[in-house]
């Protein structure tokens, strides 16, 4: 079976420090990959690469077999990405985040049919975004990312400060995206994160190999160094 | 999408600025009250300070051959120094005597007519003495005025000394000869010559910056500090704010350039409809209090109209203002740096007192500021201020740009 996404020897300087060196891995479509890497290792890097906000110094990066580091426009639609921290405009309603980046018509069907009714935005939509809970604000940035339908949806940390409750929704809501079709990679360190995955991928000195993780804390650890 | 996208953003920075507005309006208000204050209380204590200076007079005309001038000047050079000293000094020209006025090398310049003191000799009329001076130094057209009036009495006693030097010497030894009526008829023609004449001199004001008057110059200069401490007022809104949903948003295709330039928009609405309100503000106490205008020394009209000239300089300070949120580490670094900002550009532009008080280098630096070019602008529009305040707005876009493309 041929896998939705490749990266290939993929190479990234930062201010004269080389974070990625020749990484490359690959998942299946409708599958959740974890991207385990220790604080500073370049998994956000990595992220920020296949979202197309830096650019890489090398190597590929192809959704079914279609390169999008050379085609922004294709790699817009079909990549979404909800980086680390919250995406949003605080002052603002959820409603009014969400229409930054719907248009009337596909927010209407989204609220009432569609990622975001499965989200349950619109339990706060007239919510001032300061004022909801961090598991509602995970949800509503999701729901920012999904306004394209991406078919691969990039995730940096997305339960990080979350309580249980509002991370065991998170969790929820991630199954349900992967169960929909879409294909999540998620860079992370949380071992409830970690569970959800099909499959895991460890970065380390800028390069990419799979990981089998076998319910050690310990192991995993010694892993990430 | 890409353009449904940026006027999305350009609604919701919109949306956002119109929600933070009413406390920040009400902290432009503060600010721009406290500046004012600070500037006039500055101001005041300065005219002191430069009452107690030396001042740089520039003579032009035709004076080389009068003795009795020279004799004049000479004594205003040397009198009292305790309270200031006067220093004169030949130039070419009227314009070039203007110039070096503008560029603050003069105080104040008087231009001699042609033969002007053999025409009293004479008899015969002339035209004035024109006394050239710059708006914010208008104390020292009466200073002069003042010094002149004592010169000229000096002058008259040692003469009216001479004239009867003169009638002591044929009393006393001129044969056949009527001392008295030799010596009345000495005062009445030197009286007929220097007392005849009921204006000497005037004093004209060339003005500053581009040839404002005093109250309009400091119009100005109050309307360019309203823009200048917006920038302070609006930092709740544009500083400190979270880079990553300008990541998410280049996530989308809306790249570092568009989300500058809707932010840039959504900026220049809310300082323009704050400026035009200030403008509107002034216009209307103009229109209500046409005296009080009038005791500044403004026409009615000027009140409303010399805001409006602050206009196409507030798209260069307000680019100027984003690029330092921009630089500012968080909501208090960029408060510092744009309080800090506003007030040294304010301060060195000659906001609080013309900026022909300082000296040379310190004026060049003014000068050369964006508020330096803004003022200059509004004092008279020109080509060169406009390019300045172009290549300022573009600089400091491109500033912005490039550090939301680094974040």
């Known amino acids: 079976m041929t896998p939705a996404l490749e990266l290939r020897g993929i190479e990234k300087r930062y201010r004269g420090k080389t974070v990625l060196r020749g990484a490359s891995m690959s998942a299946e479509a409708g599958s959740i990959t974890g991207l385990l890497g220790s604080n500073g290792s370049g ?183 | 999408m890409r353009a449904r996208r940026f006027f999305a953003l350009l609604r919701a920075e919109l949306r956002r600025a119109v929600i933070l507005l009413p406390p920040v309006l009400l902290a432009a208000a503060l600010l721009l009250g406290a500046a004012g204050l600070l500037g006039w209380a500055e101001a005041s204590g300065r005219e002191g300070d430069a009452a107690r200076r030396r001042l740089e007079i520039g003579l032009v005309g035709d004076f080389e051959n009068d003795a009795w001038l020279r004799m004049g000047l000479n004594a205003l050079e040397t009198m009292d120094s305790s309270r200031y000293s006067l220093r004169f000094s030949r130039r070419g020209s009227e314009r070039e005597a203007l110039r070096a006025l503008r560029a603050g090398e003069l105080d104040a310049f008087a231009v001699i007519p042609e033969g002007f003191l053999a025409a009293l000799e004479k008899g015969v009329e002339t035209e004035p003495i024109r006394y050239v001076s710059g708006a914010g130094a208008q104390g020292l057209g009466t200073l002069l005025a003042d010094e002149i009036v004592r010169a000229v009495a000096r002058l008259l006693a040692g003469t009216e000394n001479a004239i009867y030097a003169a009638q002591d010497y044929i009393a006393s030894g001129v044969p056949g000869a009527d001392p008295y009526a030799a010596g009345d008829a000495l005062a009445e023609e030197y009286l007929s010559l220097i007392l005849s004449r009921e204006k000497l001199f005037t004093v004209e004001l060339a003005g500053l910056s581009g040839g404002l008057g005093f109250a309009e110059y400091y119009l100005c200069a109050l309307s360019l500090l309203a823009l200048l401490f917006w920038g302070v007022a609006c930092v709740p809104i544009f500083a400190g704010r979270d880079r990553e949903l300008g990541r998410m948003l ?106 022909s008080f300082f000296p040379s280098p310190l004026r060049e630096i003014g000068a050369a500021l964006p508020s330096g070019a803004a003022l200059s602008w509004m004092g008279g529009p020109g080509p060169l201020p406009l390019l300045w305040l172009a290549l300022y707005c573009a600089a400091a876009l491109a500033l912005r740009t490039w550090l939301r493309a680094r974040d």
Not at chain 1, 142 to 148: D, E, K, S, V, Y
Not at chain 2, 275 to 291: I, K, M, S
Not at chain 2, 336 to 343: P, R, Y
């Open chain 1, 43 to 225: 998994k956000s890097t990595l992220l920020n690469l296949l979202a197309g906000v830096t650019r890489p110094n090398g190597g590929g990066f192809f959704w079914r077999g279609e390169e999008l580091f050379r085609s922004p426009r294709r790699r817009a639609a079909a990549v979404g990405y909800v980086p680390q921290g919250t995406p949003l405009m605080e002052e603002l309603s959820a409603l009014d985040n969400l229409r930054l980046w719907y248009a009337a018509p596909a927010l209407a069907a989204s609220l009432d049919h569609g990622a975001l009714k499965a989200l349950g935005v619109g339990e706060f939509l007239r919510v001032r975004a300061s004022r909801l809970s961090g598991g509602m604000k995970k949800r509503l940035c999701i729901g920012c990312a999904l306004a394209a339908s991406p078919e691969l949806l990039l995730l940096d940390e997305p339960s990080t400060a979350l309580d249980l409750a509002g991370k065991a929704e998170l969790l929820d809501q991630l199954r349900r995206l992967r169960d929909g079709g879409t294909t999540l990679l998620i860079a992370t360190h949380d071992l409830q994160e970690i569970a959800l995955c099909d499959a895991l991928w460890l970065l380390r000195d800028g390069t990419l190999r799979p990981y089998a993780y076998d319910g050690d804390p310990a192991h995993l650890a010694a892993e990430l160094g």
């Open chain 2, 250 to 355: 280049r996530a989308s295709g809306l790249g570092a350039f568009a989300q500058t330039a809707a932010e840039y928009l959504a900026y220049m609405a809310l300082m323009l409809g704050f400026y035009l309100l200030y403008a509107a503000l002034l216009g209307l106490f103009g229109a209500l209090r046409p005296e009080a205008a009038a005791a500044l020394g403004l026409d009615r009209g000027a009140l409303a109209r010399l805001p409006l000239r602050g206009l196409l300089p507030a798209f260069a300070l307000g680019a100027a203002q984003l690029a330092l949120f921009g630089l500012g580490p968080g909501r208090l670094g960029a408060l510092l740096l744009q309080f800090l900002a506003a007030a040294g550009m304010a301060y060195l532009s000659g906001c609080f007192y013309p900026a």
